[in-house]
């Protein structure tokens, strides 16, 4: 079944004005190295970032534009941390239609110069994605100027843009029909939660049609931004906002966006809350590129981080099918790439002394 039948039943975009890059469809592999150390026998990888723009939210891209598309819309406006204007801005420029997005303060250098390679046109707004009533402001002003009559919003959250939304639920589906066995745990990292919801939503609907128990999926999110999942863990009913102070790019999201239905989809059926530090997420970051292949941005090991508490709480049972989303790739965010091969040398030798420089 291709993905654009998945994303049908959500979506009421003709044919004609549904666009692709190739997103979806992406690999889950096996840990072989992490998961035995961690004492779990079934943990797996969602490769994400092998997506076209190089992360989850093309999905996302692919069901708004095409939406756009099917509209008539000619005018994107955006909000984003980086990976949503990447996504959003290549594409726009496949489907024709302006782009203008308003960027956190911190993102990323490798995120901007991308979403500039694709033509779009770039703001970053001080305190955004770390003071809430600056977010806040910034979500008004934007929503003035998506109601043109020539433009749309685009904010990867249910609460803005459910369409685009639907897109990212492909990926719940996805995981039902890849894993070998039924999914016992997803761990999703949050910043807004609308990924963590869509992959709920998607394998509820999925398990609930093949007829088997739907997966736990859980919430992780860095200390510095516990909108989430310590309310979800804590039996709240509400997500809250905070002072942002997490430095992981792509979760830096200071108010409830789609929290309250996070904890609304994933509590009945198991799901709970985790909270990582950044120097836990970066550990992980480096152990998926040292010790499994996967090269990964902060936020893609972010899930892992979750699942490794998980496991030393004894909250995943040895034989149990768990997968980590890892969502976006390690080339969006050099920095942190950088300080990850901080102290490995790469000197430049004579052609006489490769073998002494290799001999060390
Ligand atoms: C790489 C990555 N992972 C996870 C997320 C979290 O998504 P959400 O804000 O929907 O919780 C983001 C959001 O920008 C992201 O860029």
């Given at each position: 079944?291709?993905i ?14 549904q666009l692709?890059l ?5 690999p ?7 998961g035995p ?8 990888f969602k ?9 989850y939210?093309d ?7 095409s ?7 000619t ?22 239609i ?6 956190v ?7 901007l ?11 970053r707004v001080?305190?955004f ?17 998506g109601?043109r009559?020539?433009a ?7 609460r803005y ?11 719940g589906?996805?995981?039902v ?7 016992d ?5 949050a ?5 963590t ?25 860095p ?6 999942s310590?309310?979800l863990?804590?039996?709240d ?8 102070t ?22 009945p059926l198991g799901?709970?809350g985790?909270?990582v530090?950044d ?6 970051q ?5 010790e499994?292949g ?7 090991a972010?899930?892992?981080a979750g ?6 709480l ?8 768990t997968?980590c ?36």
């Amino acid at each position: 079944m291709s993905i654009w039948t998945y994303a049908n039943r959500f979506s009421s975009t003709p044919r004609e004005h549904q666009l692709t890059l190739g997103e979806g469809a992406t690999p889950l592999v096996r840990s072989r190295s992490i998961g035995p150390q961690l004492g779990i026998e079934n943990l797996f990888f969602k490769l994400e970032m092998v997506n076209p723009t190089g992360s989850y939210k093309d999905r996302f891209a692919a069901s708004a534009i095409s939406d756009m598309l099917a509209q008539g819309k000619t005018h994107c406006v955006a909000t984003s941390s980086g990976n949503t204007g990447a996504a959003l801005a290549g594409y726009c420029a496949s489907a024709g239609i302006r782009c203008q997005i308003v960027i956190v303060e911190g993102a990323p250098t490798g995120k901007l110069s991308q979403m500039l390679a694709y033509g779009a046109q770039l703001c970053r707004v001080r305190g955004f994605g770390t003071d809430p009533e600056t977010s806040v402001q910034v979500f008004e002003t934007l929503s003035e100027l998506g109601q043109r009559p020539e433009a749309a919003l685009q904010v990867s959250a249910f609460r803005y843009s459910p369409r685009g939304m639907s897109g990212v639920q492909t990926l719940g589906y996805e995981l039902v029909e890849q894993a070998e066995m039924p999914v016992d745990h997803v761990f999703c990292p949050a910043g807004g939660g609308g990924l963590t919801v869509a992959v709920a939503r998607g394998c509820r609907e999925l398990a609930s049609e093949q007829g088997i128990s739907p997966a736990k999926v859980h919430c992780v999110q860095p200390e510095g931004n516990d909108t989430i999942s310590s309310p979800l863990r804590n039996g709240d009913l509400q997500g809250r906002d905070v002072d942002c102070t997490t430095k992981v790019s792509g979760l830096q999201v200071a108010n409830v966006i789609d929290g309250n239905e996070v904890i609304a989809e994933c509590r009945p059926l198991g799901g709970t809350g985790y909270v990582v530090t950044d120097q836990e997420v970066y550990t992980m970051q480096r152990r998926l590129a040292r010790e499994e292949g996967v090269f990964c941005e902060p936020a893609g090991a972010v899930a892992l981080a979750g699942a490794a508490k998980s496991i030393a709480l004894g909250e995943v049972q040895k034989a149990e099918m768990t997968v980590c989303l890892v969502t976006g790739s390690g080339f969006k965010d050099g920095a942190s790439v950088q300080k990850m091969v901080a102290d490995d040398p790469c000197p430049l030798i004579g052609v006489g002394e490769i073998a002494d420089c290799f001999s060390a």
